[in-house]
């Protein structure tokens, strides 16, 4: 692995010196669940009418964000999306952009994987590679002054996370033996999932340990998102989510799945297959 360049966070752009375009797409007013008891306990943000008004030439990626603007920030292989209340605009298209995952760290700084680098973005949307990576196709999460990489594709017999500093150091972290599907900070401990289980890794001791896990082998966890107040962390598989309260664990929804973001008003979910976007409040979830 090697660094392409030493001062490598002068090619992040803060995404807060970006605006919605003029020229946005105002989506039509969006149809709330078929059940009333649920209309005022889930706003419905994004349906499939989005992909069909901006004439997506590709799947939209798993990957959701909140910029500092408090704008969603979507993406497909070649184009950053803003999403507002009632409105789209794309933000960046590069046909020589091959986005893979982004996330954006906490002051608002857009990283992006493209194949085998891990890339800057400039105000064009260009893209600056950073880092190799040891693998194509990974993901990618932020933390208190790290990156986060790892291996999220099954095509090997062990799969890594990588932490990247802004010293232009890094470190494998730790390996398993399955895909690590997401990563989040919580106090002085990494959480991460992988297959059906959540796991903890102490940062002082370096220790793993298995927190959670949902009976079913079959099911795979796929993101991970804390309410940090409430010290409550939400997580999904395809076409559920769950949280653990407690200590236990307890089914939220069992109608969609996809990447979870709780925001403090309630818990964004994206399914990307679908081009669905709703967030459930919090007088539903609590």
């Given amino acids: 692995m090697r660094t392409f360049m030493k001062k490598w966070i ?10 919605l375009a003029d020229n946005a797409n105002v989506l039509a007013q ?12 889930i706003e419905i943000l994004m349906e499939p009418v989005f992909a069909d008004s901006l004439k997506l030439k590709n799947q939209l990626i798993s990957s959701i964000y909140y910029t500092p603007g408090n704008y969603l920030l979507l993406a497909t292989t070649n184009d950053f999306f803003l999403l507002g209340k009632g409105a789209v605009s794309k ?21 992006v994987v493209s194949g085998v680098r891990l890339c800057g973005v400039d105000t064009t949307g260009f893209l600056h590679p950073v880092y190799q990576l040891p693998d194509d196709g990974m993901g ?11 291996n999220k594709r099954t095509i090997r017999d062990k799969y890594s996370l990588y932490a990247y500093f802004k010293d232009n150091k890094y470190a494998k972290i730790i390996s ?22 959540i796991y903890n890794i102490d940062v002082k001791t370096k ?13 795979v966890i796929q993101s991970l998102s804390k309410d940090y107040d409430r010290d409550i962390l939400y997580f999904s598989t395809d076409n559920e989510i769950y949280r653990i ?14 990447t979870v973001l709780y925001d403090g008003d309630g818990l964004i979910v994206f399914n990307s297959k679908h081009n669905f976007v709703m967030r459930m409040l919090n007088n539903m979830l609590y």
């Fill in 140 to 150: 990618v999460s932020s933390g208190n002054g790290v990156i986060y990489t790892f």
């Fill in 176 to 197: 398993v033996d399955r895909p690590i599907n997401d990563v989040l900070e919580s106090n002085n401990n990494i959480i991460f999932c992988s297959a059906n289980v």
């Fill in 245 to 258: 309260r407690n200590k236990k664990i307890e089914l939220v929804y069992d109608k969609i799945g996809g």
């Fill in 10 to 19: 002068l090619y992040i752009i803060p995404l807060y010196l970006i605006c």
């Fill in 207 to 219: 220790a793993l340990s298995a927190l959670y896990a949902i009976q079913d082998k079959n099911k």
């Fill in 91 to 111: 933000l960046y298209s590069n046909s020589s952009n091959k986005i893979g995952a982004f996330t954006l760290t906490p002051n608002g700084a857009l990283v």
């Fill in 30 to 41: 969006t149809k709330g669940p078929a059940d009333s008891r649920d209309r005022a306990k």
